[in-house]
């Protein structure tokens, strides 16, 4: 057992004893009761379960949790689906996710949504050319599996967001 | 606006159990304002144009069965326990028992369920699953993946280590003696044979519909049907089609230079629905209360319910709950996966053995490819006669077997609806089609997207492409020469009874760049690419034949509209359809839109009795008497009906409000009296941004015209029940002096703010039982033209460009019509390319089966940026919604086996084709 503290969507958690190999999953969903965060293959094959983990650096990544132990995430700071509205506002990516019907069952969604959250927050850092931004959002979201939409309008969605606002994302 | 988390619709079963069933609305994990499913005011420039579930989707709502605990739910103790699902992976040995001795003693369950459990408590298997819910020792288990035992625990952490012991050790199931597979019959075998009359107009000499459909009844030694008549006095019905079955095979056999005749086996594989949220349920026994209550996702809401009530009815009084209390959450996907399957009997089961505590039961993936009911693998032999001089198709013949696993569950079904469609988009005088649905040892296969007729005008598809190459005709003008056009008659003998589309979406197909640009791009494929194009065209039947629909429409004094129905949301949009059918009918978006709900309809009082699809035509006549009878009261949200009939009551009830409420209100407002010439012109008013909108009078604001509908007491909510049998049963009611005719065959109304009241019809008509020979009257088209591009030698394939062109009648909602036609162009590509499940032993019912191995199409699988999605515009401004969930992803498959042809010269005929294949044909 290993006392586990970390940081989720701003707020501090723990100490919590869990298990060594209880996964990061089940310690969102089953201990602390967040199932935003979803489980869909327990194998990091259809990326459902990523949350972002941000590093004292400054930049975030994605991560599977349905593979990685709970503790490996000891003292680290993490969003997940449930953290990106603030005070009831949708985020520029949740609203084009919503206005151009980007999922269906919407199970994979927040997977999807951390994910281009996280490819917004690069491009902010380094910036493309707009003729590299299809490609760089084929790269950032091909992980991840949808069996609903054929994936056309996730991929619309994030492209609006960043042509939304060229200046910031694009060179 | 807030719906309360569990109302309750209570009736008494046959058995004496009291359902309850209710919607489980979102439990939000932040604190978004109005309903859950809405957008709310803070989000108001996505009111009207997005999803009802899109904001609950993209916060993290608890929207899912498996996002629920039992924390999360009102009333119930705090602490959620687990149950675990123990599958055999052996179907071939004794099974002899779990050896838990070989457990950690931190992995040990609280309690252990088996098939003696089940027998000592008199728990029995709903007819729909017959066999047994677990295999008893000493038995070699019906199929892989079949439940052995049901292990619960009070704890996660022992749950999740049995769990994962019990994947990784498969000595922890027991396996005795060698006994090789159980057999079992046939789950259906039918033969459908139509000789047409010498002129399209002259009836049939031999159609289904005519002589009803046929069973040979003898079976060779290896259980396969005997399908020549044979020379006995039984089976008469039968050898009378099957003699006209055996002159069609002639004909395709006789030496007939005349007649072009291919002859072609065809085999497609297992798949799996794959939606992404694994099946779960959780469950509370209220002992004290005699209340079992559950979380349930199903297509099949009260399907779900009957099988409980089934299974419980004749339990001993401890395990026999007097209450059943289910709730309904949305899906993380169905794809008909979740039509009729047996988990909600088994989360049942976990709460009634560990009674007083919540026990969730959940399957991992791995689970779910094991236990989740699979595609049917089909085995089809295709022989297709066409006249060389014009073209024309002379005759066609198949003959179908069906891998239906180790439990009927649909097979029967999906064998009816493969073989029916056998015969594809065309006008073919002689068909004779036999089709068997056998039992085997595999993991159970039932409903899903396409339901046969994906495997089975796959066939066509590509058999007409090798006919038209072979007789050097344009592919897309051999099909113009054979469409069955509007009239014409099915190979079961009935005309569709819809629009055809067909020639429109051959046209566009035609003149679309790909096709019209296939041999130059052929010719400039750079070296090291083989290019190929290829097209198909393909319909599909939407409806069951026994399809119902509920709604619930109130308008407020203030204009506010909520609106409840029975249809389950699978990720399909269908609240969000109902609420636009609704909308245009009552000038707002709905401020309410909840779906899923079977509890709000009491006041209709609905009874029913009998099987809607077998029951006689005397039977119905006597039944619908009662003028509370329908033929069924709700049905699974399945076989693309979304559109077409689960928007239908809510529309009607909506109708009834604006006719009966808001019309008269404004016609009050605008000064108009009884007499005057205007006052039955309803048809003609309009809304338009808020405002009804009627010729030569002044604009009223819709919330001006329901507060003076509450004044006047005219009828401000509507439910109704409406159901289908390849038609729509119609009923008049008496409403403001008139007998107001529609179709549906229940109403209740509300006036002003006072109660429900029932209406009794003053007459109806139920869709007549004969109806029930028919095999497709509802059907919907679609084309797809693909460009590929293989490489050479790596066999790697890309989908260069591909276009979809459908019809869907009335468009409700366009993103979720384009949106549902991506999805299943990108199943339609799995499907041909990517995914498979082996048979038996090396299949899902060993529990070893993930997405590692299960290979579904990603992104860079698919012509993201050259997908055109093109969709047809309705016959006129009232057509009515038609189903095309399933039928978008049809064509899809063999247009990439004909252009795959294109690129190669090589016909695949088995899936999925996969680079390693294609290399061995383009070395």
């Known amino acids: 057992m290993t006392a586990l503290s970390l940081t989720i969507n701003g707020t501090p958690h723990g100490p919590i004893e869990v298990r060594d190999d209880l996964s990061m999953n089940d310690f969102l969903r089953e201990v602390l009761g967040m199932t935003g965060t979803k489980f869909g293959c327990g194998a990091a094959q259809c990326l459902s379960c990523v949350v972002i983990v941000d590093d004292p650096a400054g930049t975030s990544t994605t991560q599977p949790t349905c593979v990685a132990p709970a503790v490996s995430f000891n003292g680290k700071s993490i969003r997940t689906v449930e953290g990106h509205a603030k005070a009831g506002q949708l985020t520029a990516l949740q609203r084009a996710f919503v206005a151009h019907y980007a999922f269906q069952c919407g199970y994979c969604t927040a997977g999807f949504l951390n994910e281009a959250q996280v490819l917004l927050e690069r491009l902010e850092a380094a910036p493309i050319a707009r003729a590299g931004l299809e490609q760089a959002i084929l790269e950032a979201l091909d992980g991840h599996l949808c069996r609903c939409s054929g994936y056309v309008r996730y991929h619309e969605a994030v492209r609006d967001v960043v042509l939304a606002e060229p200046s910031r994302y694009l060179l | ?923």
């Open chain 2, 1 to 923: 606006m807030q719906p309360t988390r569990r109302e309750l619709f209570s009736w008494v079963a046959a058995s004496g159990i009291t359902l309850g069933l209710s919607r489980l609305s979102p439990a939000a994990a932040l604190p978004f304002e109005a309903t859950q499913t809405l957008p709310g005011r803070a989000n108001a420039g996505l009111i009207g144009r997005a999803r009802i579930d899109g904001i609950a989707k993209v916060t993290g709502a608890k929207l899912y069965a498996s996002d629920f605990r039992a924390a999360d739910m009102e009333g119930w103790p705090a602490t959620t326990a687990h149950a675990l699902l123990v599958r055999a992976r052996d179907a071939s040995h004794v099974y002899e028992g779990l050896n838990l001795d070989a457990l950690p003693a931190q992995a040990q369950p609280t309690k252990v369920v088996g098939a003696a459990d089940i027998a000592a408590s008199a728990l029995r298997t709903p007819p729909f699953y017959a066999g047994d819910l677990f295999c008893p020792i000493g038995q070699t288990p019906l199929y892989l993946g079949q439940p052995v035992a049901l292990l619960l625990f009070e704890g996660f952490d022992a749950y999740d280590r049995a769990r994962i012991a019990f994947r990784e050790d498969k000595a922890l199931v027991r396996f005795g003696a060698e006994t090789g597979p159980r057999t079992g019959p046939n789950y259906a075998a039918l033969r459908f044979t139509r000789i047409a009359g010498p002129t399209p107009e002259a009836p049939d000499i031999y159609s289904p519909l005519q002589e009803g459909w046929i069973s040979p009844g003898f079976t060779e030694g290896g259980g396969r049907p005997i399908w020549k008549p044979l020379p006995t006095a039984q089976g008469g019905d039968y050898a009378k089609g099957a003699t006209y079955g055996e002159e069609i095979r002639a004909l395709l056999a006789a030496d007939n230079p005349d007649l072009l005749v291919l002859d072609r086996a065809f085999n497609t594989q297992s798949v799996d629905p794959m939606f992404l949220e694994p099946e779960a349920g959780l469950g509370w026994y209220e002992e004290a209360a005699g209340a079992l209550h559950l979380v349930l996702g199903v297509q099949s809401p009260f399907e779900a319910a009957e099988a409980l009530d089934y299974m419980l009815a004749q339990a001993p009084a401890t395990l026999r709950p007097t209450r059943l209390d289910l709730d309904f959450a949305s899906l993380g996907g169905g794809f008909g996966g979740r039509d009729h399957t047996p988990f909600p009997l088994y989360a049942g089961l976990a709460a009634l053995f560990l009674p007083g505590k919540p026990i969730r039961l959940a399957q991992d993936r791995f689970q779910q490819f094991q236990g989740g009911v699979k595609r049917h693998a089909f085995q089809m032999r295709s022989q297709i006669g066409v006249d060389r001089a014009t073209g024309r198709i002379a005759a066609f013949a198949a003959d179908h077997v069906l891998d239906g696993g180790g439990l009927a569950n649909y097979s029967p079904s999906v064998a009816v609806v493969g073989a029916t469609a056998a015969a594809g988009i065309y006008d073919i005088p002689k068909v004779d089609v036999t089709t068997v649905a056998e039992h085997t040892r595999g993991v159970p296969a039932g409903s899903m997207r396409g339901y046969g007729t994906l495997q089975t005008m796959t066939a066509i598809e590509t058999l007409i492409d090798e006919a038209a190459t072979t007789l050097k005709i344009d592919p897309i003008d051999l099909r113009r020469r054979n469409l069955l056009t509007a009239g014409g008659r099915t190979m079961t003998g009935n005309p569709w009874t819809v629009s055809v589309r067909t020639p429109e979406i051959l046209d566009k197909l035609e003149a679309h760049p790909i096709w019209r640009d296939r041999a130059a791009k052929k010719a400039a494929a750079p070296a090291g690419v083989r290019v190929g194009t290829g097209v198909a065209c393909c319909t599909k039947d939407y409806g069951t034949g026994a399809d119902c629909s509920l709604g619930r429409v109130e308008i407020g004094p203030d204009g506010r509209v909520t609106l409840q129905a029975d249809a389950v949301e699978m990720g399909n949009g269908i609240g969000t359809a109902t609420a636009r059918r609704v909308a245009a009918i009552l000038g707002q978006s709905a401020d309410a839109v909840t779906v899923a709900r079977i509890d709000m309809y009491d006041a209709l009082g609905l009874v029913t009795s009998g099987d809607p699809y077998a029951m006689t035509q005397a039977e119905q006549d006597a039944a619908a008497k009662n003028p509370r009878w329908v033929p069924a009261i709700s049905s699974a949200t399945s076989a693309s009906i979304g559109a077409h009939v689960s928007t239908q009551a809510p529309a009607q009830a909506a109708r009834i409000i604006f006719r009966f409420g808001l019309w008269p209100a404004a016609l009050d407002l605008w000064g108009i009296k009884a007499g005057d010439p205007r006052e039955f012109l309803w048809e003609e008013a309009f809304w338009q941004d808020g405002f009804l909108i009627m010729s030569g009078l002044p604009p009223l604001a819709q919330t001006a015209i329901a507060a003076r509908s509450h004044a006047m007491k005219g009828i401000t909510g509507a439910m109704a029940h409406a159901f289908s049998r390849w038609a729509w049963a119609q009923a008049a009611f008496p409403l403001g002096g008139l007998d107001w005719a529609a179709d549906i065959d229940a109403l209740a109304v509300r006036q002003g703010d006072g109660p429900f009241e029932v209406i009794d019809r003053s007459f109806v008509f139920f869709p007549p039982t004969d109806y029930n020979r028919i095999g497709t009257a509802f059907t919907s088209s679609c084309g797809t033209a693909v460009r590929v591009e293989i490489s050479v030698p790596g066999g790697e394939i890309r989908i260069a460009q591909a276009y979809s062109v459908f019809e869907c009648g009335e468009i409700l909602v366009p993103e979720l019509v384009e949106g549902q036609a991506q999805g299943g162009f990108a199943m339609g590509v799995g499907y041909a390319l990517l995914e498979t499940l082996p048979p038996f032993e090396d299949g899902p019912g060993n529990g070893q089966w993930n997405l590692g191995d299960y290979v579904v199409a990603r992104a860079s699988d698919l012509p993201l940026r050259h997908l055109q999605i093109e969709v047809l515009p309705p016959v006129s401004p009232k057509e009515p919604p038609k189903g095309m969930a399933e039928v978008v992803m049809i064509p899809v498959v063999p247009a990439l086996l004909n252009a795959i042809y294109d690129a190669t010269g090589h016909r695949f005929q088995s899936l999925p084709v996969t680079p390693a294949m294609l290399r061995k044909v383009i070395a």
